[in-house]
C-alpha cells in the first residue's frame, strides 16, 4: 500500500486508455487482495475525469462483486448517465484480469444555498494529540495486525480515540478514531473526497464485531465488504484531523451493518455505510 502520501494521490491519478476507461494501477502490498477503500477512491477518479467542472460528488454506492488481485492493474469503464442542469450521474465497472469486481454509481452537483442542519459527534472525543495510534491498541488483539497496520497504511495517521471496549458511556458496538492523511494533499476537493472515501473502509466493517468475543484479524474471520455507500456533506480536508464516529446498528445472518460520520471540528463532511460478510469459520475448515 501507499507509503507516503505522494504514493497515494499517485495510486488515486488514473491513466486514460481509452474513451471513457482509465487505468489504475495497484501498489506494492502484502495483502492477499485489493484494498476496497482504494477501489472507490480510484473508481471515483475515474468519475471526475468525466464529470463536468464545479460539479462535487454528494452520493456514491457501490457492491464488491470479486476479491481484486494486488499486483495486477485495473481497468475502470465509466458510463454517462446523465448531465443535467444542476446535477450529472455516472456508472463504473471495475474489471481486473477481464471480470467485473466492483460496480458504483455517483452522483454530482453544483454547489448551492440551502437549508442547514447536522447532528453533533456522539460525544467529545479526547483531542488527536492524547490518543494513541490505533496500530498499538490493534497490538493488544492481534500483533499481525500492528505489522499490517505499519507496513501498508504509513500514508495516513489514525489514532484510536474511543470504542465500546473501553467506554463507560456506550455499550453497543462503537468505535471513534482520529484520521488524516501524514503530509499535506493539494487543496483540489476532489481528491479530498477520493483520500476520504479511501479512508473511509479502513475500519468500519471491524466495528460490527465489537461486541463479541473475536479477533476480526483472526485467520478463521471471513471477512469481506459488500457494500458500501457514503454521502459527501460538506467540504472538508482529509489532511487535517478527521473524526470518525462509526457505529453498528446490526449484525446478522453472518453480516454485519456499520455506519460512520466524519467531522472535521464541528462541521459534518461526510457520511457512510457498509455491509460485509462477517463469518467465523472452523478451525479445520477452509476459508
Known amino acids: 500500500m501507499p507509503q507516503t502520501v505522494q504514493e497515494l494521490v499517485e495510486l488515486l491519478e488514473l491513466e486514460e486508455v481509452d474513451h471513457l476507461r482509465y487505468r489504475g494501477q495497484d501498489p506494492r502490498t502484502t495483502m492477499q487482495r485489493t484494498y476496497g477503500g482504494q477501489v472507490m477512491g480510484q473508481a471515483l477518479s475515474a468519475m471526475y475525469s468525466t464529470v463536468p467542472d464545479g460539479r462535487l460528488c ?8 470479486r476479491p481484486g488481485v494486488p499486483k495486477a492493474s485495473i481497468d475502470y469503464q465509466v458510463s454517462v448517465m446523465l448531465d443535467g442542469g444542476s446535477f450529472s450521474n455516472r456508472r463504473v465497472v471495475a474489471e481486473q484480469e477481464g471480470r467485473p469486481i466492483f460496480v458504483m454509481a455517483a452522483s454530482f452537483k453544483t454547489p448551492e444555498d440551502g437549508f442547514e442542519h447536522q447532528i453533533s459527534a456522539f460525544q467529545p472525543p479526547p483531542p488527536p494529540e492524547d490518543c494513541p495510534p490505533l496500530a498499538d491498541v490493534l497490538a493488544v488483539r492481534s500483533s499481525r495486525a500492528k505489522r499490517a497496520w505499519m507496513q501498508e497504511w504509513a500514508a495516513l495517521d489514525v489514532r484510536y480515540a474511543d470504542s465500546s471496549l473501553t467506554s463507560e458511556l456506550d455499550r453497543n458496538a ?3 478514531v482520529w484520521v488524516k492523511t501524514a ?11 477520493q483520500v476520504l472515501a479511501y479512508a473511509s473502509d479502513l475500519t468500519i466493517l471491524a466495528v460490527s464485531t465489537l ?10 474471520m471471513q471477512v469481506a465488504t459488500i457494500n458500501h455507500s457514503m454521502w459527501f456533506h460538506r467540504p472538508i480536508r482529509a489532511d487535517r484531523w478527521v473524526l470518525y ?5 446490526n449484525a446478522s ?12 471540528g464541528k462541521t459534518l463532511g461526510a457520511s457512510c455505510a457498509q455491509e460485509g460478510l462477517i463469518r467465523m469459520t472452523k478451525p479445520d475448515e477452509p476459508l
Do not use: I, K
Not at 494533499?185 to 479530498?192: E, F, K, N, S, T
Not at 445472518?253 to 472535521?264: D, K
Open 245 to 249: 464516529d462509526q457505529a453498528s446498528p
Open 211 to 220: 461486541t463479541h468475543p473475536v479477533d476480526f484479524y483472526s485467520p478463521q
Open 183 to 193: 503530509d499535506d494533499l493539494p487543496a483540489d476537493p476532489r481528491v479530498h473526497q
Open 253 to 264: 445472518n453472518a453480516l454485519g451493518l456499520s455506519m460512520g460520520r466524519l467531522y472535521a
Open 174 to 176: 462503537r468505535l471513534l
Open 58 to 65: 454528494h452520493s456514491l454506492t457501490g457492491y464488491f462483486l
